[in-house]
């Protein structure tokens, strides 16, 4: 019985020293994994800070990084300098379609508030620089009610509220050509007299009348184009 006994704790004694040589073991396995893993991010860090900082060193990156802070502080410069007047008084001067719709709708963070009404008031009262013509955009029903046919989209309503893409086109509003191909337009209301050089997609016009042909839905604008 004893002979057992002694058997029994002989194998439990090997047995624990195999496990804590296999806990060893694996302990040292994932020691060594560990210092791989980070001698090896180590050396993709210093890989990649050395690569950006040769590209930073390079002629060219220099004379790009150069262009770019010069173009920054000629737009800085060009945006403090301009006050509403000299913006205003440079729109007046070119005196074209173009230019009063881009003052109209583009946003340079510079005051507009004085000279769009003007801006407006000219391009309704004066002919600017550019084409004006007729154009179908839409049909109005018998019971008053408008329909697009999807040709333009207004993108400027003064003290418009709201969603007005596709509302009904109204004198005053600025809109946008959404056909693939230039769209023709008529020296008269009732669209006779082409004009050849038709206006061109996906540009802008500005919207100087508007007839709903009385023995049909048809309902045509006038534009002033560029």
Request: positive net charge.
């Amino acid at each position: 019985m004893k002979r057992i006994d002694d058997k029994i704790k002989e194998i439990e004694k090997k047995d624990k020293a195999n496990r804590l040589l296999y806990m060893a073991f694996v302990v040292l396995i994932a020691g060594i994994m560990a210092y791989v893993f980070i001698t090896e991010k180590r050396n993709k860090r210093n890989i990649s800070t050395i690569s950006e900082l040769e590209i930073q060193q390079t002629k060219t990156y220099k004379d790009l990084d150069s262009v770019r802070k010069r173009s920054d502080s000629l737009y800085t410069d060009l945006k403090n300098s301009l006050s509403p007047e000299k913006y205003w008084n440079i729109i007046e001067r070119e005196n074209s379609v173009e230019s009063y719709i881009a003052y109209i709708t583009n946003d340079w963070g510079i005051d507009k508030e004085e000279y769009l009404p003007q801006a407006i008031e000219n391009l309704k009262s004066s002919d600017p620089v550019g084409f004006k013509g007729w154009l179908f955009v839409g049909s109005i029903s018998n019971n008053g009610t408008y329909s697009t046919r999807d040709i333009v989209e207004v993108i400027y309503r003064k003290d418009a509220d709201g969603d007005i893409s596709n509302s009904q086109v109204q004198v005053g509003d600025v809109i946008k050509l959404k056909t693939t191909r230039n769209r023709k337009t008529y020296r008269n209301k009732r669209m006779r007299g082409g004009i050849t050089e038709g206006w061109r997609n996906k540009t802008k016009a500005f919207v100087v009348d508007t007839w709903k042909d009385p023995n049909r839905t048809n309902f045509n604008i006038e534009i002033k184009y560029y």
